[in-house]
């Protein structure tokens, strides 16, 4: 059948039951779920897993595919985007921040 995936769950169904239950971000909670709806057999396919949990098939993969390299730390862990690099200089904050502390204001316009 295609569509059927070839994970490996290593963890048993208690463990990831309990691992549910600890979970305290949304986004862990639909990681962790995928992988219990499949220890379980409620699903077969990754696209009823990314059904059921709300996200899309490529997601799905990709949180699977985390799993399979770095197993259920690897799934957990968020990576934060570096986001966009500051315009102001680290060294025109600080004397700004500088300026800001004396009563008085800028001394220069």
């Keep these: 059948m295609a569509g059927v995936t070839k994970v490996e769950i290593r963890e048993s169904v ?3 039951h309990g691992l549910l239950r600890k979970q305290k971000t949304a ?8 992988l219990y709806l499949l220890k ?5 396919t990754i696209q009823d897993v990314a059904v059921v ?3 899309a098939r ?3 993969q990709r949180w699977l595919k985390d799993y399979q ?3 259920i730390n690897g799934l957990l ?11 102001i200089s680290l060294q025109v904050r600080e004397q700004l921040d500088k300026e800001l502390e ?3 204001g800028f001394t220069h316009l």
């Design 58 to 60: 490529v997601t799905v």
């Design 53 to 55: 949990v709300g996200r």
């Design 69 to 71: 390299e770095s197993g």
């Design 27 to 34: 986004s862990s909670l639909e990681r962790i779920q995928a």
């Design 14 to 16: 208690e463990e990831l």
């Design 77 to 87: 862990s968020m990576k934060k985007s570096p986001g966009r690099p500051a315009i």
């Design 40 to 44: 379980i057999g409620q699903v077969k």
């Design 102 to 104: 004396q009563s008085e």
